[in-house]
């Protein structure tokens, strides 16, 4: 199976071999390789040389490596719709995947640059409310989303029963919003973003800085959300509904 002395890396053959059956659905997306210690012991090589072949199959975005629980084959990219109606459940819900918020955790706090976008006070009490949007079990987003704390004061607590952004505002009496503007970057990862993610520091993600209105055109909601570079394909919509 591997070739000593062929002039090729042996990491290098059996990463290969390996993409070679990931890309003839041997694994599924989704699913787990074998441990580093069972890969070993098939090509009879050693876990370093392993680890390598992994890491680069990793950098080639075909797998992805999760502390303590393994390596996994990478599920094909979402296509994630951002148009003037933007709506996390619903985008995942049209390629058939379920899709929940997961709140991370619940800051008060005053920025006069945040409030601005919202058109408050530069002292105005703002909500900075941290989740996680997931695909079934597989987190595809990180976000911090900014919003009137004395309009919305326990918005954390509804985000966390509901799961739901949209359900949330409902419970507030505000049935409809619209997307005023995004900013869509590319950049590296904070270490943390690319735990949560699940992906190497050393790939980018796509940032998203956004702005939502209610019916009266009132600035609603600032968010800075991160979405995986290979989990998400961000697709521009062109609506006007």
Not at 88 to 114: K, P, T
Not at 126 to 136: I, M, T
Request: charged residues 25%; contains cysteine; hydrophobic residues 35%.
């Amino acid at each position: 199976m591997v070739e000593r002395g062929s002039g090729v890396a042996v990491w290098r053959q059996i990463g290969e071999l390996l993409a070679e059956d990931i890309r003839k659905k041997l694994y599924a997306p989704g699913e787990r390789l074998p441990t580093e210690p069972e890969l070993a012991a098939k090509f009879s090589v050693n876990r370093h040389t392993i680890r390598r072949a992994m890491s680069e199959l990793e950098q080639g975005g075909l797998v992805r490596i999760e502390q303590g629980r393994g390596t996994f084959v990478q599920e094909h990219a979402i296509d994630y719709a951002i148009g003037r109606r933007t709506r996390f459940s619903e985008n995942l819900l049209n390629q058939g995947v379920l899709g929940h918020i997961e709140v991370m955790g619940c800051q008060s706090l005053r920025a006069a640059d945040i409030a601005r976008h919202l058109e408050l006070a530069r002292t105005a009490p703002l909500l900075r409310v941290q989740s996680l949007g997931k695909a079934e079990n597989r987190c595809i987003d990180v976000s911090d989303h900014y919003i009137d704390e004395n309009r919305f004061p326990d918005f954390a607590d509804q985000l966390r029963t509901l799961r739901s952004i949209s359900r949330a505002y409902a419970h507030y009496g505000v049935t409809d919003y619209t997307r005023k503007w995004s900013r869509i970057t590319a950049i590296l990862p904070s270490a943390e973003v690319a735990r949560l993610l699940s992906q190497p520091k050393t790939r980018p993600i796509l940032q998203v800085e956004s702005l939502n209105v209610d019916s009266d055109g009132t600035p609603l909601q600032y968010s800075l959300t991160r979405f995986g570079g290979d989990s998400v394909q961000l697709v521009i919509a062109n609506d006007t509904a």
